[in-house]
């Protein structure tokens, strides 16, 4: 039977660590798209409020408000995601994806 040396351990550690990484960085992706998705299905709501002849002023302001603020925390998240596009080459630059 073949013992492990030392550096075959710290291999088989460092695998194990780059593996969870990558495998965090998928979940938060994918957290990330779905928290954009809410943030747009919530401005959806607030336009389709909007276009409802029935709302008083005071709350078509209020819609308004709600669905520009939700617009800028989708352009935020949209600004973190192409971010985290980006790559470092072999010479330490940033490239896109």
């Given at each position: 039977m073949k013992e492990k040396s030392i550096t075959d351990s710290l291999d088989e550690e460092s695998l194990d660590v780059e593996?969870?990484?990558?495998l965090n960085t998928q979940e938060s992706e994918q957290e990330d798209e779905r928290k954009l998705e809410d943030l747009l299905a919530q401005v959806e709501k607030c336009?389709?409020?909007?276009?409802?002849?029935?709302?008083?002023?005071?709350d078509s302001f209020r819609f308004y408000e709600e669905g520009v603020r939700k617009l800028k925390m989708c352009?935020?998240?949209v600004a973190q995601i192409e971010q985290k596009m980006m790559v470092i080459n072999g010479q330490g630059e940033l490239e896109a994806f």
């Open positions: 593996s969870r990484l990558e336009i389709e409020m909007l276009e409802n002849s029935q709302i008083s002023l005071e352009n935020s998240k």
